[in-house]
């Protein structure tokens, strides 16, 4: 068995009149965040890591913001598209841990949901997904609720 890790990492500002998706769930809050997707951070680092640890670029390259096609596109689609095209190296993902930097909204009662939401559009197990919440003590653009980021670290397998 052949194993490779990979890393991500995504930040995205909030803004007003934006819908917040994280882990490809809708949060209920006052801003949202900005992108020509649906901006949701902790996929778009998931989709990262799966990418660079398959050795197949990033995200941007696989799906640019510049394409008219991934226009508010649900990054749900786009983690399935990516599942996809590590396999077409032989690739499926063993493990993910991800870690999301917000202030607000509080993140642990989401947690659960994501994991589901995450493991069936891969088709893993949620044990196999972590994801954990943390705040920047409200230090920089994060602690000062201007944005929100997400590192995500995975092991991917193939026979």
Same mark, same amino acid.
């Given at each position: 068995?052949?194993?490779?890790?990979?890393?991500?990492?995504?930040?995205?500002?909030?803004?007003?009149?934006?819908?917040?998706?994280?882990?490809?769930?809708?949060?209920?809050?006052?801003?949202?965040?900005?992108?020509?997707?649906?901006?949701?951070?902790?996929?778009?680092?998931?989709?990262?890591?799966?990418?660079?640890?398959?050795?197949?670029?990033?995200?941007?390259?696989?799906?640019?913001?510049?394409?008219?096609?991934?226009?508010?596109?649900?990054?749900?689609?786009?983690?399935?598209? +990516?599942?996809? %095209?590590?396999? =077409?190296?032989?690739?499926?993902?063993?493990?993910?841990? &991800? /870690? !999301?930097?917000? #202030? @607000?909204?509080?993140?642990?009662?989401?947690?659960?949901?994501?994991?589901?939401?995450?493991?069936?559009?891969?088709?893993?197990?949620?044990?196999?997904?972590?994801?954990?919440?943390?705040? +920047?003590?409200? %230090?920089?653009? =994060?602690?000062?609720?201007?944005?929100?980021?997400?590192? &995500? /670290? !995975?092991?991917? #397998? @193939?026979?």
């Amino acid at each position: 068995m052949k194993i490779r890790v990979g890393f991500g990492f995504d930040v995205h500002q909030l803004v007003e009149e934006r819908e917040l998706w994280l882990g490809g769930i809708l949060l209920e809050h006052t801003k949202g965040l900005l992108g020509h997707s649906d901006a949701d951070v902790l996929i778009h680092a998931i989709c990262d890591a799966l990418l660079g640890a398959a050795n197949m670029r990033d995200i941007g390259y696989h799906f640019p913001d510049t394409g008219s096609e991934f226009k508010n596109i649900d990054s749900k689609i786009l983690l399935k598209d +990516t599942i996809a %095209l590590i396999a =077409t190296k032989g690739y499926k993902v063993g493990n993910i841990d &991800a /870690t !999301v930097c917000a #202030e @607000r909204p509080k993140l642990k009662a989401h947690i659960p949901m994501m994991q589901e939401t995450l493991a069936q559009v891969m088709g893993v197990d949620v044990d196999d997904i972590s994801i954990k919440a943390t705040t +920047t003590e409200k %230090l920089g653009f =994060t602690g000062r609720e201007e944005g929100i980021s997400a590192y &995500a /670290t !995975v092991l991917i #397998e @193939r026979d």
